[in-house]
């Protein structure tokens, strides 16, 4: 036996919000407030567990020019007092008395000024800095650079 069911707008004539409550709670997927991921701001904490391990959720995440080049960098001093672990993980060898680096292997590509030269180094490297240069040099070591910054 089948019923013939009324619809609520026809049975709830002359009572405006037909069982729904406000008025605007009965319009579709308004009333749930958004899609996906809305509302997950800074203070939505029952969200938090899904968005934590997103680090490009919140803040800037611009775009990397084709033509620049990254800019990491390792002093002297680094050099100086962490030779032998270099030397043991193969990032650095002695052949003599000189020790031959190569910044790639360090995954740096410029040298800074900052330390005591004692030993006698043959650094390769993209670039480097004036007062780096004049030290290795000076500790009569060589340095080949692809290009010397200008400042300090």
């Known amino acids: 036996m089948s019923l013939n069911k009324r619809k609520k707008a026809i049975k709830l004539r002359g009572h405006h919000t037909h069982g729904y409550g406000s008025k605007k709670k009965h319009r579709g997927s308004g009333h749930q407030g958004g899609v996906g991921m809305a509302g997950t701001g800074k203070k939505a904490d029952q969200k938090k567990t899904m968005i934590w391990k997103d680090t490009k959720y919140f803040g800037r995440h611009g775009f990397d020019s084709k033509n ?85």
């Not at 390792?74 to 680096?101: C, M, P, Q, S, W």
């Not at 740096?108 to 004692?118: D, E, P, R, Y």
């Open 68 to 152: 620049t080049v990254k800019i990491k960098y390792t002093n002297l001093f680094y050099i100086e007092t962490h030779l032998d672990l270099l030397i043991k993980e193969g990032k650095a060898r002695k052949e003599g008395n000189v020790y031959h680096i190569n910044l790639k292997d360090l995954g740096c590509n410029k040298l800074l000024g900052s330390g005591i030269v004692t030993k006698v180094y043959n650094i390769t490297t993209d670039f480097a800095t004036k007062s780096a240069i004049e030290k290795v040099q000076t500790a009569k070591g060589t340095i080949k650079v692809n290009f010397v910054a200008e400042k300090e």
